[in-house]
C-alpha cells in the first residue's frame, strides 16, 4: 500500500483543515487507518484512527471534540477534518496504515507510511 497525504498550509488559529490521505493497491478496505503528527523537536504522536469499516474511531485527548477522522472506502482515501486549530497543532501530519483492520493507537504497529503534510498554525 502506498499512502499520499495532501492538504496542509497555513491556517490561523481556530481556523479549520481538512487533511487527505489517498492510498494505493488493492485492500484497502482491509486496513485500519490512522493520523499522526510530529512538532519539531517532539517525538510522532498519535492523534486519531479508525477502523476498515469506519465504524471504530479514537483520538488523542488533545484533539478530541476539535478533530474528526473518516474514509470512503470507494475512494481509497481516509480523510481529518481539523476544527478550532490551536498553535500547537502545528506539525508535520502523517497517515499510515495497519493490516489489523481495528482501532489501533500504537505506532509501531503501522506498516505503511505517507509521507507527511505540513500543517503551521499562526496567532
Known amino acids: 500500500v502506498q499512502l499520499q497525504a495532501s492538504g496542509g498550509g497555513l491556517v490561523q488559529a481556530g481556523g479549520s483543515l481538512r487533511l487527505s490521505c489517498a492510498a494505493s493497491g488493492r485492500s484497502f478496505n482491509s486496513y485500519g487507518m490512522g493520523w499522526f503528527r510530529q512538532s519539531p523537536g517532539k517525538a510522532r504522536e498519535f492523534v486519531a484512527a479508525?477502523?476498515?469499516?469506519?465504524?471504530?474511531?479514537n483520538y488523542a485527548d488533545s484533539v478530541k471534540g476539535r478533530f474528526a477522522i473518516s474514509r470512503d472506502n470507494a475512494k481509497n482515501t481516509v480523510y481529518l477534518q481539523m476544527d478550532n486549530l490551536k498553535l500547537e497543532d502545528t506539525a508535520v501530519y502523517y497517515c499510515a496504515a495497519q493490516q489489523g483492520m481495528t482501532v489501533v493507537r500504537r505506532e509501531t504497529s503501522y506498516d505503511y507510511w505517507g509521507q507527511g503534510t505540513l500543517v503551521t498554525v499562526s496567532s
Open positions: 479508525i477502523s476498515w469499516s469506519g465504524r471504530s474511531t
